[in-house]
């Protein structure tokens, strides 16, 4: 009956935290779904929902003697910087510093999150968004994710912003909020500067629960001012920049992660042309930017595709040029 009777409460919490149509949908299909392995989603095939599949792939790898060194280049964390110049920038947002964090699968990911910590406060920066995969599988319990990420959060500085990704139940909401994170349930933010302004908003997954909502998250945001958008995926890119958005941030693909010679992944998971699975990239006036992710998904390696950390730098078209 208590057990009852907590779930009760949470439903309750969640519905009155993102409405209950989308606290009904979404759990929903983390019920009915969540381990799906065909159909349901964005793409047919979810590589990251079989077991099997991952035994095989690690098996193989320990089989040709890399598995090791897979592992210890997933622990190797760059720092990548991104320059977005846009006329839209206000003048009080040239220079403004946003940490990317994405893909992190704390619980899976243990090295590259010691990495991660003896990297962060070296870093400046204004804000940090993370854009989703906190845990490793897609379905059964969240703590061990929480915590790594928990142990994370009192070396992120300033405002922390974030959405949720294909492997995150909306259960873990509360628990993320209660990080002082400012998730984005088809939201969006304002950001204040010298008495200007930029707006972040973000949607929820995409990819394998289509619960995002775009047109709700831009419900507010002005047409003409500079607008940001949070997506754990870059699937939705052209919604996006129909939108009226000037920057997708996103990541999801791994950028490949298990990469052929010159980068070339096997696979992104994703259903979108290749320039748009890693780094920098524009859709008609929108610049976009894909993590690969600082964690691993699947199997804990990485092959000519290492994990990153970004730092994502607005200039203001007109103050670059001078």
Known sequence: MAHGSDEYSELRLLERRVGRLHAWQRLGVERDHEAQVFGQGLNFFHIENSALLARLIEYSLKLSGLFWRGCRNAERLDVRRNRVTAEAVPAAFHGYAILHLS??????????MRALARILPDLSYDACVL???????TFGPSEPALSGLA???????????????????????PDLERMDIRMLMNEAAVIERDGQRIH?????DAHFYRADNIEKAAAHIPYDEFSILLSHTPE???????????????GHTHGGQICLPGGIPITLDSVLPRRLGSGAWKHHQMHGYTSVGAGSSVVPVRFNCAPEVTLHVLERLEAATQ
């Open 103 to 112: 893909d992190l699968h704390c619980d899976m990911s243990a090295g590259a």
């Open 151 to 173: 142990a994370l959060r009192p070396i992120i500085r300033g405002p922390v912003y974030g959405v949720l990704g294909n492997h995150d139940s909306l259960r873990m909401l």
């Open 200 to 204: 972040l908003a973000g949607v929820d």
């Open 236 to 250: 939705i890119y052209r919604q996006a920049a129909h939108a009226g958005f000037n920057l997708l941030l996103s």
């Open 131 to 137: 854009t989703g995969d906190f845990r490793a599988e």
